[in-house]
Every structure is written in structure tokens, then in C-alpha cells.
């Protein structure tokens, strides 16, 4: 007996000895994590961080946003312009003519622009209503009763419309892009 006494106290010693350096180890990479933790947040705090200044040139405005008490008219294509400029009909006709013509120049430009965008919006929105009737499409017809689901076939039909209705919207829209861009080349070629 008393050598297992002494082989089990020489296996607790090992198995001791083993364990402190591991637990020391621990608890120094616990105090170094901690440690590293607190030095992460003094540099955050000692770093000044920029303060954005927001003015005028930094400011994204849209139009039709209010910035001001008078508001501005919206001018319908193709009507004249109500306001005329001092001067017209002098000697500086010819150039306020060319101010004229590039600034109704640059109006077709965003004008098309935004047609442009429309239109791509239009077409995802046109793409994501056929891949949702595909779906329910197959949801409908996997059913072996199908015949039978009428709420399942009248939602088939809305869907079906509202894809028909914004196709003709998309060709709508196309048309109206080729009218601005058919514009935009008679104003380019009425310029010197």
C-alpha cells in the first residue's frame, strides 16, 4: 500500500505540475487580452476625430427640396418662357441666343438622363414581376387540383396584368426617349 500512496502522490505532483504553468499562462493571456482591450480604447479616445462642417457646396440638395421662401415654377416641354431677358432683340441677341440654346441644351441632357434612369428602374421592376409569376406560376401548377384553386388563378391574372401594364409603361417610356433623343440631335445640329 504504501507504494500506491507514493504513486499517487507522484502523479498528483506531475499532473500539478503540469497545470500551473497552464493556468498561469491563462490568466496572463486573459490580463494581456484585457490589457490590450484598455490601450484600444485610451488611443481611440486620444485620436480627435474630424468634425464634418456642412455648408452650402457639401450640402446634396435635390430639386424640389424647399430651400427657399420663392418656389420654383415647373416649366411644362415645350412651352414658352415667361420670363424674358433684358436686352433681347439688342446687340446681344446673338449671344444670349447661344446661352439660350446651351442652357436648353443641358436641360434635354438631364431631362434624358432621368428618362434613362426611369426606364431602368421600369425594366427591373417588369423583371422582378415575371420572376415572381414564374414562381407562383409553378406554385399553381405543381398543385394536383390546380383546376380547382381560384384565388391561385386569379392571382395568376392580376400578376399578368400588372406585367402587361408596365410593359407598356417600358414602351411608353422608350418612346418618350427617342422623341428627347431625336430633339437633342436637331438642337445639336441647329448649333454653329
Given amino acids: 500500500m504504501p507504494r500506491s500512496i507514493l504513486l499517487r502522490s507522484v502523479i498528483a505532483a506531475v ?8 493556468v498561469l499562462a491563462q490568466s496572463q493571456d486573459s490580463q494581456s487580452v484585457a490589457e490590450a482591450a484598455r490601450r ?8 480627435s476625430k474630424a468634425t464634418k462642417v456642412i455648408t452650402d457646396e457639401t450640402l446634396d440638395v435635390k430639386k424640389g427640396d424647399v430651400q427657399s421662401a420663392v418656389a420654383e ?3 411644362i416641354p415645350g412651352a414658352p418662357d415667361t420670363k424674358t431677358p433684358a436686352g433681347a432683340g439688342g446687340p446681344n441677341a446673338p449671344p444670349a441666343s447661344a446661352a439660350a440654346k446651351d ?3 443641358e436641360k434635354l441632357k438631364k431631362e434624358l438622363t432621368e428618362l ?3 426606364i ?10 415575371q420572376r415572381e409569376n414564374r414562381l407562383d406560376q409553378d406554385a399553381y401548377y405543381s398543385q394536383s387540383n390546380y383546376g380547382s384553386d381560384t384565388a391561385g388563378k386569379q392571382k395568376l391574372d392580376g400578376e399578368k396584368q400588372q406585367i ?7 414602351a411608353r417610356l422608350k418612346a418618350k426617349l427617342a422623341d428627347l433623343q431625336r430633339e437633342m440631335g436637331e438642337s445639336s445640329s441647329s448649333q454653329p
Avoid at 15 to 20: H, K, L
Wanted: net charge positive; aromatic share 0%.
Fill in 103 to 105: 442652357e436648353k441644351r
Fill in 73 to 75: 415654377e415647373p416649366k
Fill in 40 to 47: 484600444a480604447r485610451e488611443k481611440k479616445k486620444d485620436s
Fill in 116 to 118: 434613362k434612369e426611369q
Fill in 164 to 170: 402587361s401594364d408596365k410593359q407598356q409603361e417600358v
Fill in 120 to 129: 431602368k428602374q421600369s425594366l427591373m421592376d417588369l423583371d422582378l414581376l
Fill in 15 to 22: 499532473v500539478a505540475g503540469v497545470m500551473v504553468p497552464v
